[in-house]
T-cell receptor
Framework: GDSVTQMEGPVTLSEEAFLTINCTYT??????LFWYVQYPGEGLQLLLK?????DKGSNKGFEATYRKETTSFHLEKGSVQVSDSAVYFC????????????FGTGTKLQVIP | EADIYQTPRYLVIGTGKKITLECSQT?????MYWYQQDPGMELHLIHY???????EKGDLSSESTVSRIRTEHFPLTLESARPSHTSQYLC?????????????FGQGTRLTVV
């Protein structure tokens, strides 16, 4: 079945540091890939997505590139802020009628001033 | 901004009580989901629906039940709450179609059973 593996957290960075959160996946077919973010006490919200190989999703300074050859979708940001402190989830979903979303286990990011 | 709402946000209830967690969306989405989120943040799919009168159990076995009588409403019910049901419950919905779209999430209900 489909699966998503994320690097374990928590990740603690100083403000303005470079962020990478690794994500690899196993899936049949050609899934779409997503990064969701969950701020404390909130539900998940979409951060960015990519629907085919070599697509780059970007939003709020975050980027991730859909790498089919390495089955990866790593999240990066050049300079993190305290407000980026949250839990980040990598996810995939295949096309077709069912489209169940498979989530990774989540990576908690804490940015300190 | 997502138009999907969960009530209540927080609930503390005694063992053995029956509870219903509400989830409503105004986007006309056919697909709706319930996830249970454990303290380690991992999400587990417990129920999903592809439309009115369609419900399926998810990947994680759950003692809860769901119904989908109206497109916009997808309540989750626990007939007899137990401390093991203490968790965060997240509802989500997605647009219908063969193109893969993102899921929209409610803010969650944090349930504590004492």
């Amino acid at each position: 079945g489909d699966s998503v593996t994320q690097m374990e957290g928590p990740v603690t960075l100083s403000e303005e540091a470079f962020l990478t959160i690794n994500c690899t996946y196993t899936a049949t077919g050609y899934p779409s890939l997503f990064w969701y973010v969950q701020y404390p006490g909130e539900g998940l919200q979409l951060l960015l997505k990519a629907t085919k190989a070599d697509d780059k999703g970007s939003n709020k300074g975050f980027e991730a590139t859909y790498r089919k050859e390495t089955t990866s979708f790593h999240l990066e940001k050049g300079s993190v802020q305290v407000s980026d402190s949250a839990v980040y989830f990598c996810a995939l979903s295949n096309s077709g009628g069912y489209q169940k979303v498979t989530f990774g286990t989540g990576t908690k990011l804490q940015v300190i001033p | 901004e997502a138009d999907i709402y969960q009530t209540p946000r927080y609930l503390v209830i005694g063992t053995g009580k029956k509870i219903t967690l509400e989830c409503s969306q105004t986007m006309g989405h056919d697909k709706m989901y319930w996830y249970q989120q454990d303290p380690g943040m991992e999400l587990h799919l417990i129920h999903y629906s592809y439309g009115v009168n369609s419900t399926e159990k998810g990947d994680l076995s759950s003692e809860s039940t769901v119904s989908r009588i109206r497109t916009e409403h997808f309540p989750l019910t626990l007939e007899s709450a137990r401390p093991s049901h203490t968790s965060q419950y997240l509802c989500a919905s997605r647009e219908t179609g063969w193109i893969v779209t993102e899921a929209f999430f409610g803010q969650g209900t944090r349930l504590t059973v004492v």
